[in-house]
């Protein structure tokens, strides 16, 4: 019987050929759109943890109280005794040293005289260290434009941008004005070893990095650190797991009567992160609901025009006797089998788009030249489990409740009818 009405759809292409390509275009859209949005909200939270507020951050409750203006006056100190204690107390987390700084970086001509300056926000990482994955993990070894990666302390590396503003090259001296932690100035000098695009664009416009042990020089900062970031070394942050470290940390470590007193902070509490990814997911929901809503209408109305275009072939099939309860159930079947054929199709077809945009990605940077937000300039899809399977809820069951909704009406014919219908 399965064997006759599959053959019976693949002869009859008004049965089978335009209600699959229905179901697979909804399926693939219901696919795509799920990917597309995971990706962002999954890029969201990985340009953050990398570049900003890891997965955890260690800081001094005083810092933490002016968070956004990252005060080094009120960095921590005796940084590598509490590394070696995260380290050993939480070894699910790659545990690393920032100083986030500010100043002014000046280009000096060949007399020595200020050429060009402009407003920097740098970072002291771990650069030099063989072991350290700092590089890796914000990208500067793929976003290296000119020259190379820093060999010694003196080094730095400049975004791309704002090397051509300064018009400094690889090779050059720049002086950071800034202060110290202790109030103080600082003129410190560096030589440019080359240029990187970090990618987002809230860093490509006046970014510099160099390593950790000389921006401690410069900024009279001996063994302290501004922050100290936990990532996982799974690179997939758990809400759950991070909040059970971050009170385990707090509740052994941290006084709330000292403001220098280190305090564990998770992503969500950073940067308004909770609240934006909360709205975030609540809008991603909605989005996902109403589309799959939206294509479970357009299948089931699909099912429905089906199901009534053939009244004429029911009438005749019952004239001729057949039982209304097999009719109804191999009507049933068809569309089952539309739906699971056209599901598995527009999987594929989704996947595929899904695996292009999340390889390639789509280039928004231009319109997101003046963002505040840590934020990718490319977004890229990204598939998840679920996009295995969400496109059977449209495909399958919206298109067999259509037909199991028009197929009603096949109870309800009077044979006496269906005499005056065949006459006509």
Known sequence: MIRFIIKGLIRDRHRSLFPMITVTMGVALTVVAHCWVNGIIGDFIDYNARYATGHAKVVTRAYAENLDQSPNDLALLDVDQWMDTLSHRYPDL????????????????????????????GFGINLLSKNSREIERMGIRDG?????LPQDSGEVLISESFARRLEVSPGDTVTLLGATMYGAMSVHNFRISGTVTFGVKLLDRGALIADIKEIRKALDMENAAGELLGIAKDHHYDDDQMNQIKSDFNRHFSESQDEFSPVMLSLAEQNDLASMLEYIQSMVTIMIFVFVLAMCIVLWNAGLIGGLRRYGEIGVRLAIGENKGHLYRAMILESASIGFFGSILGTIAGLGIAWYLQTYGINIGDLM???????????????????????IIPGLIATVLGTSLSGIGIYRRQTASLFKELEA
């Open 94 to 121: 790659d545990w690393v040293a920032r100083i986030k700084f500010g100043g002014i970086l000046d280009a000096p001509d060949s007399l020595g005289e200020t050429r060009a300056q402009g407003p920097a926000f």
């Open 369 to 391: 030249e003046n963002a505040t937000m840590m934020m990718p300039n490319t977004f890229r899809a990204g598939i998840t489990p679920p996009a295995y399977f969400i496109g």
């Open 144 to 148: 290296l434009i000119r020259g190379r």
